[in-house]
């Protein structure tokens, strides 16, 4: 049975289940976004599910840097149901396109072209996987 979704934005309360899924932000960087509103988490039945972090690319386009769902709720929508929130709250607020990238060599890739998400380019480091950059316009 499917379980009741709620998404609100990330506030400081959150910052021990954020931690245990997110490992690549400093106590200081949630901070920022907590107060920024720059994070979402995702609720299924009034637990902690999964994390949706953001920032601004060039300072005008949504870049999600972070989605993270637990565990034992991936594979049954709740990905797909918090990047659909996240991209209307930036439609709402007149962003007409958003972002994202992926390691070339992770799955999250086709999980954002399934969402509607087109390469838009790439990033080569010396001695990491290629970073694949999506895109999809909200309008």
């Known amino acids: 049975m499917r379980k009741s979704v709620t998404v609100r934005g990330v506030c400081v309360a959150d910052k021990e289940f954020w931690f245990s899924l997110d490992k690549h932000i400093s106590p200081a960087e949630f901070d920022k976004k907590a107060e920024d509103k720059r994070g979402y988490v995702l609720f299924a039945d009034g637990e902690p599910a999964g994390i949706l972090r953001y920032n601004l690319f060039w300072d005008n386009t949504p870049f999600c840097t972070m ?26 607020v007149g962003y007409d396109f958003v972002l994202t990238s992926t390691r070339a060599d992770e799955e999250a890739q086709n999980f954002y072209r399934a969402l509607g998400y087109r390469d838009c380019g790439s990033l080569i480091l010396s001695g990491q996987p290629t970073e694949i950059f999506l895109c999809k316009n909200l309008r």
């Not at 989605?67 to 149901?81: F, M």
């Open 67 to 92: 989605l993270y769902i637990g565990e034992g709720y991936r594979r049954k929508g709740y990905g797909a149901e918090l990047v659909d929130f996240w991209e209307k709250e930036m439609a709402a």
